[in-house]
């Protein structure tokens, strides 16, 4: 089977040919990098696949990522973050890009009380964390990399900590550029039962083996999950989105199972089992209907 997800110990010996142990031993396998440095060692644009580990990016110059089943052209200096739930990649790298990304697993905060990263607007359902930086929180975020690479290649014994700080200074920043209906969220009741929801449509996926299933499917069964009757999750979810629950969890199901039609060789009835249809034939119908193509053929595209 094609691999569904890349974890961060593959990505250091595919990028390094080698995990040493220092790496195994450092607090969340975190590391950072130039970019330049890596188009220099002739690394190429990575797979379009999920990780299991966390990147934040500042990416300098023109390129379109590839970013869950949306595209984004950006252009100047952009600060990028990417999650596990979300499979991504990006074109091909010119040799006059710059910039700099560090990579970690979610170990490396698991001890900050305040900062719990599957809990930010950043790191949410259907977020889109790419920020267009002006000259001013370039420079910001570029000092703000360098003090990483700089405290990451000593030997001072809170050198981590640090490193944390600094981390969280990038996050912070992103979070401060965000609008700020988008980060200070749950101010009423119907906007926590719409992240509660969220939550739970996104908890059930990556799908990663043909043993798991997507079960949560319609709108009355989320609603019994959460104790509310229907119709007041559907009015809560368009008042604060502007969309339907049913178009939420169709379009989180369509991202799935073209994700899984591209980059596994399960064949079409397992993939529709796992996706929670009674059987390939309607799945085949669901999928031309959001997509215009059925199955086989959008697998050839």
């Keep these: 089977m094609i691999k569904a997800t890349e974890s961060l110990e593959e990505f250091y010996k595919h990028k390094f040919n080698d995990l040493s142990e220092n790496i195994k031993k450092d607090i969340g396998q975190f590391n950072v990098f130039r970019i330049e440095d890596r ?3 002739g690394t190429t644009s990575p797979t379009y696949i999920r990780r299991d580990f ?3 990016m500042l990416f ?3 390129n379109v990522f590839h970013y869950g089943d949306k ?3 950006v252009s100047g200096s952009t600060l990028l973050f990417f999650n596990p739930q979300v499979p991504y990649t990006y074109d091909a790298l010119t040799p006059d890009t710059k910039g700099y990304f560090c990579v970690f697993k979610d170990e490396f905060f698991k001890e900050n009380l305040r900062l719990k990263l599957s809990e930010l607007p950043l790191f949410a359902a259907g977020a889109q964390p790419v920020f267009h930086l002006n000259d001013i929180e370039n420079k910001d975020v570029q000092d703000t990399f360098e003090k990483i690479i700089k405290e990451f290649n ?3 014994i809170y050198k981590y900590e640090l490193v944390k700080n600094y981390v969280s200074e990038l996050i912070y920043l992103a979070m401060k550029l965000q609008p700020s209906e988008q980060v200070f969220q749950h101010t009423d009741a119907g906007t926590r039962i719409t992240s509660v929801f969220a939550e739970l449509l996104e908890r059930q996926f990556p799908i990663e083996s043909i043993s798991q299933r997507f079960e949560l499917r319609s709108p009355k069964v989320f609603a019994d999950r959460l104790f509310v009757h229907v119709n007041y999750l559907n009015r809560a979810i368009k008042k604060t989105t502007g969309r339907t629950t049913t178009d939420h969890i169709f379009e989180r199901l369509t991202g799935e199972a073209k ?3 591209k980059y596994t060789d399960w064949n079409i009835s397992e993939i ?5 249809f009674e059987d390939q034939a309607h799945f085949n119908n669901f999928f031309k209907k959001q ?3 059925n199955p086989s053929s959008f697998r050839q595209v």
Excluded at 272 to 276: A, D, F
């Design 39 to 41: 188009i220099q060692s």
């Design 54 to 56: 966390f990147k934040i």
């Design 60 to 62: 300098q110059g023109n």
């Design 71 to 73: 595209s984004i052209a």
């Design 154 to 156: 000593t030997n001072y």
């Design 259 to 261: 994700a899984l039609l």
């Design 272 to 276: 529709s089992y796992v996706l929670g």
């Design 291 to 293: 997509t215009k193509l």
